[in-house]
Structures are given as C-alpha cells and as structure tokens.
C-alpha cells in the first residue's frame, strides 16, 4: 500500500508542477516527464509485484493515468520528444530476444518450437483474417480484405520482451515451457518482420521489386552480423562503459530505417551472433539485465501514455472479440502442433499478449495505407493493454505452476520403492 500511496503522492506532485509552473520550457517540461514516468511507474510496478502480479502491469497503467487522454497530467509535445526512447527499447528488446535463441537450446528443440509456430502462427491468422474481414465489412472499412490480412498477421505476434520480464520476474529457473514459448515468440518476431517486407509492396501496389526486398532482407542480416561483430571487438579491447555503449549503440541501429535496413532483424541477428559466436555473451547478458528494468519501465509507459483511451474504449468490443478469437485458435494451434501436455495446458496463456513490434508495424501501416491505418491501429493497441493487463499475470502463475509440478515429480521418483 505504501507504493500506491507513493505513486498518488507524485500524481499530485506533477498535477501541482502543471498548475503552477509559469510557461516551462519544451526542454523542462521533457525533462520533467521522464523524471516522473520513471517515479511514478517505479512504485506502481513494486506494488503490482507486491500484489503478486508482473511489474510490467505497473509500468501500463502508468502510463495510461499519466496520457495525455486521461486526466491531462502531462502535454503531448514533451511526450512526443521521447519517442526516440521507445525505438531505443525496440532495438535493445529485439537484442536481448536474439541473445535468448542459445544454439545448445535451438539444436534441442529447435524442429518442435518451428514446427509450433508455424501451426500456431498459420491457425491464428486464418481465425483471425476470417473474424477481421467480417468485423470491417460490418463496420464499412475501406478495403477489408486488406485491412484482414494486415490485422492478421501482426496478431500473430507475441510479445519476448514481456516472457523475458516475466520469467525473470517469477523466479523460476530455466524451464522449458519458459524457453519453449520465448522462443515461439522470437520466430514469430522473425516471421512477422520478414512476411511484412514482402506484403507491404504488393498490397501498397509501390514499385519495390522482389530483388529490391530480398536486398533489404539480406542488408539487414550482413549488418546485424557487423554490428556483433563491433561490440565483440569492443568488449574485447576496450570494455568500458558498458551500459552507455550500448545506448548509443541501440539509437544508432534505431535510425538504419532511413536506409532501408530493419533494425530489429538486425538487433535479433545481432544478439543471437553474440550470444553463440562470441565470448562475450555472458558479460554482455550481465549488462543487459542490469539495463532491462529501466527500459521495461520506460517502454510501457510512454507507449500506452500515447494511446487515446476514448478510442480504445469506443473498440473494446471488438477488441475483446478479436482476443477471444485468437485465444481459441492459438489453443487449436498448439492441439495441432504439439502432444507434449504442459505445452497444450499453458501454453496459451504464455502466447496471448501482443508484441511490442506491433507498435512499429502499426505505425508503418498508419504512413502506407492512412485510409486504413488509423483503424488498424486503434485495434491493436487495444489489444496489446488489454492482453497485458491479465496474460503475463497468468503466465507467471503457470510457470509457478509447471515448476511446482516437475518439483513434486521429482520427489516422488526420488522415493524408496
């Protein structure tokens, strides 16, 4: 309770700050936003964990009661200077999920965790595209088909930065239904950043060739690997200033969209070259949970304080329908993909939430197809705050859960027959 009544106390705070501060500065008032995102967001998160659920959950209604939508605590300008924060955490998410994909893991259960997604992933989006294209035909989008297929695919997505904060949160050693769904997750990201590059031309009608995509694509994977290489190099002969490298390191990679390389295949290639091609990927994962805190934080908070809840409202029918639907077909998806019974018991709960990734993507949607896009938008952001206010709860329950199980197991083959 005392971090709830914090967390108040700094909301009246910043309500005080707005009211009485005399014409502040853009730079101030930037200033002034990160500083209370990041008390505030701190002390609702420690009591979302004291209350036994994810801290993630903390950090989103963060930012939601700090929106600009909501009770007008903060202004959309110091708000929108920090973006460059969220596409710093992207890159930094993107490489700590590429660092999670261990060659020892892959060479285990690498044909199971494919064999899983593409069922999975293939399922959804049939269940998802059908629901969809209904949804806006009833609703007299323009162009439903393509606003089906788009919609489609980024629900497909889950989300590895929340499996990585939550397995981490849950003090669970390694399990592999931990591992089995972040991986999932990972090859999702994959799939999604790759089928993406390919739809958006055809279905913008542009001009961008399949030699021009597959370009792209392999720019991409050779500078991911570069990029692994330097913090290599780095590690290696300099290794100073660990955390501030890799902040200037993950800005940098964040503006490669200006030349047409994706930053996030390049961060997930990135970390995955480190973590199995290098002797850094310990020290280097050191760092990174060090870091991971303040990113998490920062990232749901400024994503969701830039959502109008009043649209998010005016969809949640169709959002909850939507959620409904993927959750049935992602449960057919693991029938279909798997026999191993804890995979097809909580497996679902693990692969509800919705990816960060999908924020980019809807963004990009948003410039290419603007007749469409806004909706599209609306929708998935509503089910990514919707998703993650109960799926990392419940994941966190079901790894307790497995854990608690395999231990019970264990002792039961260690009794005297």
Request: glycine share 8%; aromatic share 12%; charged share 15%.
């Amino acid at each position: 309770m005392a971090y709830l009544m914090l967390s108040a106390l700094f909301m009246f705070l910043l309500f005080l700050v707005g009211r009485i501060a005399l014409s502040p500065s853009i730079l101030v008032e930037t200033v002034l936003s990160l500083a209370f995102f990041i008390i505030i967001g701190f002390f609702l998160g420690k009591f979302f964990e004291r209350i036994r659920f994810p801290a993630i959950s903390g950090y989103l209604i963060a930012g939601l009661l700090l929106s600009p939508y909501s009770f007008g605590l903060m202004n959309f300008e110091p708000l929108n200077n920090l973006t460059f924060i969220t596409e710093i955490a992207l890159v930094f998410i993107a490489i700590q999920s590429g660092m999670e994909m261990k060659m020892s893991f892959l060479k285990k259960h690498g044909r199971d965790i494919v064999r899983l997604t593409l069922s999975i992933a293939c399922i959804t989006f049939s269940g998802v595209f059908i629901a969809s294209f209904l949804i806006f035909q009833k609703i007299s989008l323009e162009t439903p088909l393509k606003g089906a297929i788009l919609l489609g695919v980024l629900l497909i997505l889950k989300s590895p930065l929340s499996t990585i904060a939550v397995i981490k949160e849950s003090g669970v050693k390694k399990t592999e239904l931990g591992d089995k769904i972040l991986g999932i997750a990972i090859l999702k990201d994959i799939f999604v950043i790759l089928l993406f590059a390919i739809l958006i031309p055809i279905l913008s009608g542009g001009n961008s060739s399949a030699v021009f995509v597959v370009l792209e694509l392999v720019g991409s994977l050779a500078v991911g690997l570069g990029v692994g290489v330097l913090v290599a190099l780095y590690m290696r002969h300099v290794n100073v200033e660990l955390s501030i490298f890799i902040f200037i390191l993950a800005f940098l990679v964040s503006q490669l969209r200006f030349i047409h390389i994706d930053p996030l295949l390049v961060s997930i290639i990135t970390g995955f070259f480190i973590q199995n091609f290098t002797s850094a990927g310990k020290e280097f994962q050191k760092v990174l949970d060090g870091i991971s805190p303040a990113i998490y934080l920062l990232f749901f908070a400024l994503v969701h304080a830039l959502t109008d809840i009043h649209m998010i409202i005016k969809f949640l029918p169709i959002t909850l329908i939507l959620i409904g639907v993927k959750w049935f077909f992602t449960e057919l998806g693991l029938i279909v993909g798997t026999k191993d019974p804890i995979m097809r018991k909580f497996g679902s709960v693990g692969l509800i939430n919705q990816s960060g990734l999908s924020l980019v993507l809807v963004l990009l949607i948003g410039e290419t197809f603007p007749a469409i896009g806004d909706t599209i938008k609306v929708i998935t952001i509503a089910v990514i705050i919707v998703t993650d206010l109960f799926a990392p709860a419940l994941f966190k329950y079901s790894l307790v859960k497995v854990s608690r199980l395999k231990k019970e197991d264990r002792g039961k083959d260690s009794l005297p027959s």
